[in-house]
Structure formats: C-alpha cells, structure tokens
C-alpha cells in the first residue's frame, strides 16, 4: 500500500484530477455531437429518410435510458413507446425526491454513456487490449490528470490502431464496424415527449441539463459528498479503483468520439455524391467495397505485411480519388430546385411556353 | 389500368404500388441466409476454429444447416407462419441433394458461400416480382386492389361501404414515409385473427409406466389484418394517402343533415308530381268546356254579334258558372293544400358549421 502524504493535493487536487478530465472529454462529445448536427441539417431536405433514421437510433437510446432510470429506481415501466419522432416512458409509480431525480438523470445524461458502455464491452472482446490503468504513486492532481490522460491513450492508441488494420473480411469486424457508426449517428440526445420540437442544440440540452441540478441542490451535495467519501475509502484500500471508475467513463468519451468522426466521414461522402449526377453518384459507394476486394485479392497474389492496412488505404484513396473525379467531370446541375419548376407550372396552371429563336 | 374497367363517371384519383422496403419481412429472409453463408464461409476457412471443420467435410453443411432450420423454426413462431420453415428446410434440402449429387463435399464451403448468394438473389427476384405484380387504384368512387405472381387477385370496395380504416406504419414505415391501410368492410373483410397456442408434456418415471400431462392454452385477438393483395400495403407517400382515403370516405358517407335534405327534397318531388297531375286534370277540364263552347258559337254567329257586350257578360257569367264547378272547386282545393304543405316543408338549415361538423364526427 502506497504512503498517503498528508496535504491539501492529495485530499482534494487528486479527487478533481479525473473528474475533470471526463468533464472535458465530455464536451468535447457534446461539441463533435453539435458539428454532426449542423452537418445533418445540412443534408436534410435532400436525405429526410436518413436523418429520420439517425433521430430514431438518438430516441431509441434516449429512451431506453430513460427506462433504464425508473428501473433502478424501481418505478416500474407502465408504457414504452418509441418513433421516429418523440419517445414515451411512463412509470408504473409516480416516485418523487431522490427517485425522481435519478430517473431523470439517467435521462440526461444516459445517453451519453450507456449505449458508449456496451460498445465499449463489445470492444473489449473484440479489440481486447489498451485497457489498463496506470498505478497512481504521489496523490496530487497533476499526477490523477496524467494517469487519466495516460490510459486514455493508450487506450485510444489500441482502438485506432484496431481500426487501421480492421479486416472487412471479418464478420466479427465488419459488424463492430456496423455498430459503431450505428452510435456514432445515435449519439445526439434529442427532445421526448409528445410535442414535437425542430431545433434542439447543444445550448438547449445544457440548459437542460443545468435546470436539473439546480432543481435539487441538496442532491447535488449528497453527491458531491457521497463521490468524496468514495473517494476517500479507495484513497486508503486502493487508489486506482477511484481513478479507474472514472478512466473507464473516460474510454466511454473517446468511443463516442471516435464513432462521431467516423460518422462524419459518412456524412461527408454522402454530402459529396450529392454534387454527383443520378446514377453516377452511386458509383464512390460501389466503389468502396470492389476497390477493397480487388486490394485483398492483389495482395493475395503479392503476400506483405499489414495487408488489412494497405488495402484499407487503397479503399479510401480510390473512393476519394473517384469522387473528386466525378464531381468534377459529372457534376449535377447545379440551379436545380427542391420542387421542380415542371411541378410549380401545374399547379399555377400555367402551360409552359418555349420561345422559338426567330434569327 | 384499362379504361374499360371503369366504371361509367369513374376516374383515377392515384395509381399506388407497394414500396420497395415494404416486404422486408421477406427480404430480411434472404438478406439472413446471405450473411449466413458469409459467416459460415470465413468461419471454416479464415477464422481461428477452421481446424475444428477440416477433419470431416460435412461439418461445415451440418452447422451451415442445423443454425438456418433453427432460425426458421423461431422465425416461424415469432411470424405465425410455417411457410419461412419449410422455405428454409427446401434451401438446405437444395444444398444436400446438390452437393450428393455432384460429389462436392470437398469444396462444401465454397458450395455454401455461393449457393448461398445464388439463392438470396433468386429469393430478392422473387420477392420483387411479388411487389410489383401489386397495383392498388384508387378512383372518386372506389378503391381497387390487384395482386398475386400466379394467381391473379382483385378486390374492390365502394367507399361508402368502408366501415373503419386501420392505418399501421412501422419503424422502417416511419422512416422511409410509407405505411399499410387496411380498408374494413362493413362485412367484416379485413378482420382477421391472431391466434396463440402453448404446449407442454412432462413425462414422470423412469421405468415402463410414464405420466404424460399436456396443458394447453389459446387466445384470439380480433385484428385487422389482410393478405398484402387486399390491403393497401406499404403504399407512399402514407400520410397523404390516408387523409385522400379518409376524405374519400368522409365524401361518400352521407350525415344527418344530408339524410333531411334527402328527405326534404323527396317531399318537394312529391308535391310537385301530385300539384302537376291537378294542373293536367284542370287544364283538360278546361279544354274540354272550351270545344263545347266553341261548337255553340259556330251554330249561332248572327246572335254573336248582334249582342256582342251581351256576350261578354254571358262569357264572364259562364267563366264565373266553370270556375264554381264543383269538379273545379275540388281541383282547386287540393292546389291550396300542396301549396300550404309545400310551404310548410321547408329546408331545415343548421345554425352553424360546427354543429354540421359535430354531427360529420359523430357519424364517422
């Protein structure tokens, strides 16, 4: 057992150290989640289907949190519905207080974590390394900090490093894959209830988020009392549980950071082929999976190392090489509107007229 | 559609045909022995157990088949319908009986990927076909449905007999903006019934003697619930089609206020007929008076015209005599009454819109 110095850092820096960093890690996801948003709303006159299918996977997991939050506290789940467009959660027991509160944490913040907590299980089978916790030595803040920081490294190391040399071969692969991008565009907490709200942004869900904690002060101080005393009691028996309770909500952040980037690289392709005429634009997504074949089967032939690596490469060069090549050459035209003039005729009862050159 | 099978004063409101995501349920079969056959392929050759398949050739069908029956028996009892079993137990009877026939239980793996995919794609051909054989029109006084790949199906309902209209939309529905709407007959068609059944035996005793129980239990819950022939299956966009069918139907329903207009117009018709066979009866009298008369005058001309004002007054006298008879007198009478009683059958109007509103709720 490590000897505990006796000042101010180790009773109390060394406590915010890992907190801090989840906060951070934490809105860093709530501003990836915001730019996704943006970039959503960007695309969505032209792909309403997909962007009603990213605000169900948000609703689904906001709703399933919700559930989640009157089972623990033992209310009981009387109805559970989701749409596309609001989901509902009534308990069996209307609880107040402490019950409440929890309920509606689970809803607040769930579903920045809980989905990021089962990929986060299925990585740990599936990637099976980078998830160690540094040993905690002198006790001070910058020390807790940088053990956080350290293993969230190396961990976002392992991950990466799993993603560079994915094998698209693999259904165990291909289905992490599947699943990440499927959080990744989830991820976005988003109105409940039946009312139907068009704009919910970062701000909004803040707001939210603050009225909460306000609401109940004396809760926030049980809590803030109930994480020191835990604090304290791993301090003396083991340090690391208390920094690895918080490390591996730190792994949950950077799961979900890392499915918002990928997920923005689909948002991007699809945002590109847009520039592409009909038809043509289908050709960067085929070509996604015919150059990753064609590289596997080339590399069959000709036998090197890190072959998942070369042929993921060639896969994205291509794509990227394809597109660019077919907004530039095959470009769609560009005055096109979202109602067709022929349409906006009709309706006018105007008979479109075609003026005859007369030279 | 051909003109010819409309009917006189119809006209086409839409032409709908299911869309392409609407038959997912049967999709999703195919979609399911394609990744299977994947996953069995990388599992025998690429992954870390492919040892475990090298000693025995028919390892890799066994478990390729074993796991597609038992999907099918759990895909039958979750859907209600035998038929994804035995479908299944065909694509690997397919399997078996190709792989003895042509002795190719060496590459069994390589079999399986590729009839795997041979037999997805058949399956989503298929299944396309099946979609587009679907037409459903809907007319200004009908709605038409037409379906089947072999056997061609055709149903038709007038609105007016649309009893109650069940609308389901699901996730995928939600998404992709289309949903079913089943039009219920006033009969009952499109009503079905889902039925649930559970079994059990237990056998006590090891020796000959056994004690066999079996319990059992059924419940039947009324649905609406139709053959995709007779439903307006997966049709787009959904909302639009729903309020066009529901103001269709709201169109051919007549309310209150028009069954007293009906009648109303129905007792104006009839006095209208009975105040015309007077006029006729009185017009004839007339006439007949007026040829008498006529046959009188020619036979005294000089007289005329010596006591022409004598005439005139006789004339008047006589018109007073024809108007007082009692055959007129009658005719005349009854005329009074219709046109008392037509104008006491006056149109009822409502006081306002909302009350004919109310009542168009309370009849739909």
């Known amino acids: 057992m490590a000897t505990i110095p006796l000042n101010i850092d180790a009773f109390i820096g060394a406590a915010l150290g890992p907190i801090a960093g989840v906060v951070t890690f934490w809105l860093l996801q709530l501003l990836l989640i915001e730019g996704q948003k943006r970039m959503l709303a960007l695309l969505r006159h032209q792909h309403d289907a997909f962007c009603r299918f990213t605000n169900f996977v948000g609703i689904l997991f906001q709703t399933v949190c919700h559930a989640l939050g009157y089972t623990v506290t033992r209310s009981g789940i009387a109805a559970f519905q989701v749409t596309v467009n609001y989901g509902k959660v009534e308990p069996k027991k209307e609880k107040t207080g402490v019950f409440e509160w929890i309920a509606h944490s689970f809803l607040l913040f769930g579903p920045f974590f809980i989905p990021a907590g089962l990929v986060l299980l299925a990585s740990y089978f599936v990637i099976g390394s980078g998830f160690s916790i540094p040993t905690v030595m002198d006790f001070t803040f910058v020390e807790s900090l940088t053990v956080f920081g350290e293993s969230l490294v190396r961990f976002g190391f392992a991950f990466l490093s799993f993603l560079a040399t994915i094998d698209l071969f693999n259904p165990v692969h291909v289905g992490f894959l599947f699943v990440l991008l499927f959080f990744g565009l989830g991820i976005r907490p988003s109105y409940i209830g039946e009312e139907r709200k068009e704009k919910i942004d970062m701000i909004h869900d803040l707001t939210r988020i603050k009225n909460h904690l306000i609401q109940k002060p004396v809760y926030i101080l049980a809590l803030i009392v109930i994480v020191y005393v835990f604090y304290l009691l791993s301090l003396f028996l083991n340090p690391q549980v208390y920094v690895g309770v918080f490390i591996v909500f730190g792994w949950m952040s950077l799961i979900a950071i890392l499915a918002l980037l990928l997920t923005y690289l689909v948002i991007l392709l699809i945002r590109a082929t847009d ?7 289908t050709i960067p997504y085929m070509s996604l999976i015919v150059s990753y074949i064609l590289a596997r089967i080339f590399f069959l032939y000709y036998p090197r190392d890190d072959v998942e690596t070369f042929s993921l490469l060639i896969m994205v060069v291509t794509t990227v090489v394809i597109t660019i090549l077919l907004i530039k050459y095959k470009r769609t035209n560009r005055f096109k509107t979202t109602t067709k003039m022929k349409h906006v005729r009709v309706a006018d009862g105007k008979k479109r007229t075609v003026k005859k050159r007369t030279d | 559609m051909e003109r010819k099978e ?36 990388w599992l025998t050759n690429f992954s870390t157990y492919a040892e475990m398949f090298t000693s025995n050739p028919w390892y890799p069908l066994i478990l390729w088949g074993l796991v597609l029956l038992l999907i099918g028996v759990v895909a039958s009892l979750v859907a209600i319908q035998w038929s994804i079993f035995f479908l299944y137990l065909g694509v690997f009877a397919g399997a078996v009986g190709l792989i003895v026939w042509q002795q190719w239980e060496a590459d069994s793996t390589l079999f399986l990927l590729v009839y795997s995919i041979a037999v997805s794609i058949g399956g989503f051909l298929i299944v396309e076909l099946y979609r587009r054989s679907h037409k459903y029109i809907l007319t200004n006084l009908r709605v038409i449905f037409k379906g089947g790949l072999l056997t061609k199906r055709e149903r038709t309902i007038r609105y007016d007999k649309i009893a109650d209209i069940d609308a389901k939309q699901g996730i995928l529905g939600q998404i992709f903006s289309f949903g079913t709407i089943i039009p219920v007959s006033q009969s009952g068609f499109g009503l079905g019934s889902d039925k649930t059944m559970a079994g059990g035996g237990l056998a006590v005793g090891t ?30 966009p959904y909302k639009d089609i729903k309020q066009l069918i529901e103001d269709l139907v709201q169109s051919h329903v007549p309310t209150q206020y028009q069954k007293e207009q009906v009648e109303f117009q129905k007792q104006a018709v009839d006095i209208q007929t009975q105040m015309r066979d007077l006029l006729h009866k009185q017009v004839s009298g007339k006439s007949r008076k007026r040829a008498v008369k006529q046959a009188v005058e020619e036979e005294e001309p000089e007289e005329e015209q010596i006591e022409v004002e004598e005439t005139v007054v006789t004339k008047k006298t006589v018109a007073k005599e024809e108007a007082f008879e009692p055959e007129q007198v009658d005719v005349q009478q009854q005329m009074k009454d219709l046109l008392k009683k037509q104008k006491s059958v006056r149109v009822v109007e409502p006081e306002d819109e909302e009350e004919i509103e109310e009542e168009e709720r309370e009849n739909a």
């Open chain 2, 207 to 236: 020796k000959k003697a056994k004690l066999f129980g079996f319990a059992g239990g059924g419940k039947e819950v009324q649905t609406p619930i139709a053959r995709s022939y007779y439903e307006l299956h997966g049709v787009y």
């Open chain 1, 275 to 281: 520039k592409i005429r009909p038809w043509w634009k």
């Open chain 2, 6 to 41: 409309l009917l006189k004063n119809e006209q086409i409101e839409r032409m709908l045909s299911p869309h392409p995501l609407s038959f997912m349920k049967l999709q999703v079969l195919c979609i399911f022995v394609i990744v299977w056959g994947i996953v069995v392929w």
